[in-house]
Every structure is written in structure tokens, then in C-alpha cells.
């Protein structure tokens, strides 16, 4: 189980750059979620891309790292996240 703003450095840097998880995904009941490749998050890359990867892509594609600060451009407050949840 990964955390929100758990900083992902990236495995290979010609398929993708660094991201951070941004939301997780374990109370979307409206998406179509394959829970057996584990748990689903949002992840925004260095680019301001955002994405939903399964846990087990994450962890293929990704070392995992550190909780990101406040001082990270992308770093999501909890309070923050409740409120602007996105609308996938």
C-alpha cells in the first residue's frame, strides 16, 4: 500500500520521467478497478501528467521513495485531496 505523496523515481527514463501519487483509488466504486493487480492510484508526473496505475505497475516501473514535503510542487494535503478529489 502506497501513500499519498510517496515520490516514485522512475526505473527508466525513456518510458517515463519521475511522478508522485497523488490520490488513492480504494473508494472509487464507479471505476471498473482489477483489484488482483493491487491497489489503484493516481500518480502526476514531473510534466503535471496524471495517470492511474495499479500497484503492481508502480512498483515495475518505479523505485518507490520518500513522502514528499510541503515543498514539493505537487505535494497534496489530505484536507486538500477530500475536496478537489478528481472526477474520473
Known sequence: M????TILYTKDGRKTGNAIVVSDLKNQ????LDLSLGS???IKS???TEGILYEKEIREMFYIGQIADET???YRRIEEKI????NI
Do not use: C
Request: proline share 5%; glycine share 4%.
Open 29 to 32: 466504486n464507479q471505476l471498473e
Open 72 to 74: 514539493h510542487k505537487y
Open 46 to 48: 514531473d510534466y503535471g
Open 40 to 42: 489503484a492510484y493516481i
Open 2 to 5: 502506497l501513500q499519498v505523496n
Open 83 to 86: 475536496q478537489n478529489e478528481p
